[in-house]
């Protein structure tokens, strides 16, 4: 057995067809090498807040606090950006078993629009929001080690990249080894995040009783009242419980997803909004608004100033859950480049998985490389701008497929199917929050948009066209590339 096989549903190169061509469980009538189902609903919902209690909640108060100005908005952000984030769990719930392909969006959007919107979805995550929410990843868990040993505001950026670089590289590394040991580490990670994420609530409510409620006095004081940039401030709290959808990019590994699917989303997410408040209010019950400007490792600020001895434990805590957050989101975004290259969308050699260890390894080592691109600059809060406004824009486009697809496919069997309102809501703010930004952050939203358009040639010569040199080409590096494996493997 080669150490790398080719993995097309049909056994040979795919053609640019409907999703409906492939069997639920994403194989085809014919024998050949899948990835295993192999998670319950409790590794669901690890990997559902393994990915939202990742890097977000220890980043964006200070983006949402910028914009907003305020103690009391800052919380009410939060607080709808949790709503939001749930009513969108809800619509994917239903996309989720109706249509149980991994790939998630790609997948719901081939559905409803067809090949062409789905390929530049395609190639927005994996040119824009999937590397770049590696690189914020990295960078976050480089900033809250490196924090401890240097005084504020004189963090190396060459160290920071470097160890966001290793970090990235070591979890490619143990994805493409086996899925089981990320899966696993899960729970370990999992503690981390909850213990960091406890001791800023336990700590900032014990200081609100002993009576320092300074800060909540007046809650809504100097509040920003301009709706562009509170518009803005969603991103940040967006991008911190980015990860609800990402469960759907892996349902072919999953047990049972016409179950487990909705009910780690209605677990998760709920979780995870109750938990990002408290988190908010115990930080606002210690810091300042201008504290949190002031530093880019609010979790260790928020330390020294009530832990004393033990302020320690918060980067250590930070750092794990991070790392955590990292090692899970490399894994589950790896399947959406996978399931892209299978339907031909992506060069072939990115849809052959290691026959061994049966994971995606060529997809998982692309990402990596382009990861490791977006390093270059170490602006967090750029970065966060520029691939939610992205990431969000898809997001409406799906949601919006979803209501397509009842009046184009009411006959599609819908083992979950929410109320009308929940989707025309959500597209509703959706919308709103795609379009008023673009006028307080033209150069970032700009360059996304830009990205998006260059995949329309691509598309054109690569995907349509097509013509048979390219064919020829693609086929050629695919068999180097798994040629290059076996001697590896001979060696």
């Given amino acids: 057995m080669t150490i790398m096989e080719k993995l097309h549903l049909n056994g040979k190169a795919p053609s640019v067809k409907s999703f409906s061509n492939l069997s639920p469980d994403g194989g085809s009538s014919h024998h050949d090498i899948r990835m295993k189902k192999e998670l319950g609903l409790l590794e669901g919902v690890a990997i559902i807040l393994g990915i939202i209690i990742g890097s977000g909640i220890f980043i964006s108060p200070k983006g949402v606090v910028e914009e907003a100005h305020s103690v009391g908005l800052t919380l009410v952000i939060w607080s709808m950006t949790g709503v939001l984030s749930m009513i969108g769990a809800v619509c994917y719930a239903e996309l989720g078993t109706t249509i149980p392909k991994s790939g998630g969006d790609y997948a719901y959007i081939y559905e409803a629009f067809g090949p062409l919107p789905a390929f530049l979805f ?26 401890p040993f240097f005084p504020a505001g004189c963090l190396p950026e060459y160290a920071i990249r470097m160890i966001a670089a290793s970090a990235i590289c070591f979890l490619t590394f143990l994805n493409c080894y086996d899925v089981r040991i990320t899966t696993r580490m899960q729970n370990l990670f999992l503690i981390a995040k909850i213990g960091g994420l406890a001791t800023v609530i336990i700590a900032g409510m014990v ?8 800060n909540f006095r007046e809650p809504f004081a100097n509040s920003q009242t301009d709706y562009k940039n509170i518009a803005l401030s969603f991103y940040s709290g967006i991008f911190s419980y980015a990860g609800w959808n990402y469960l759907n990019f892996m349902t072919e590994e999953l047990k049972d997803p016409y179950k487990n699917l909705p009910r780690a989303i209605y677990i998760s997410l709920p979780l995870a909004t109750g938990i990002y408040v408290l988190a908010n209010i115990g930080y606002m019950a210690v810091l300042t608004p201008a504290e949190i400007l002031a530093t880019d490792a609010i979790a260790v600020t928020f330390g020294d100033k009530v832990l004393g001895a033990l302020s320690w434990i918060m980067p250590c805590f930070v750092a794990l859950s991070t790392f955590g957050g990292l090692s899970v989101h490399i894994m589950t975004s790896s399947r959406l480049l996978f399931v892209g290259a299978r339907q031909g969308h992506f060069p072939q050699m990115l849809s052959t998985i290691n026959s061994k260890r049966l994971t995606p390894a060529p997809a998982l080592a692309f990402l990596c490389f382009l990861s490791l691109f977006y390093l270059e600059t170490t602006d967090i809060i750029g970065l966060i701008v520029y691939s939610s406004f992205v990431e969000s824009s898809f997001i409406f486009i799906t949601v919006l497929g979803m209501l397509y697809l009842r009046w184009k496919k009411p006959y599609l069997e819908r083992p979950i199917k929410v109320h009308i309102i929940l989707p025309i809501i959500f597209l509703l703010i959706c919308g709103f929050l795609v379009v008023v930004p673009c006028f307080v952050r033209p150069i970032e939203l700009g360059v996304g948009i830009l990205i998006t358009i260059t995949g329309i040639p691509f598309y054109v010569i690569f995907i349509w066209w097509h013509p048979h040199f390219l064919s020829r080409l693609t086929t050629s590096t695919t068999e180097v590339v798994q040629k290059t494996f076996l001697s590896l493997k001979e060696d």
């Fill in 122 to 147: 395609l190639w927005d995550a994996n040119v824009v929001f999937v590397p770049t929410t590696n690189a914020i990843m990295g960078l976050t868990f480089a900033n809250y080690v490196v924090q």
């Fill in 207 to 214: 200081h609100l009783l002993n009576g320092n409620t300074e």
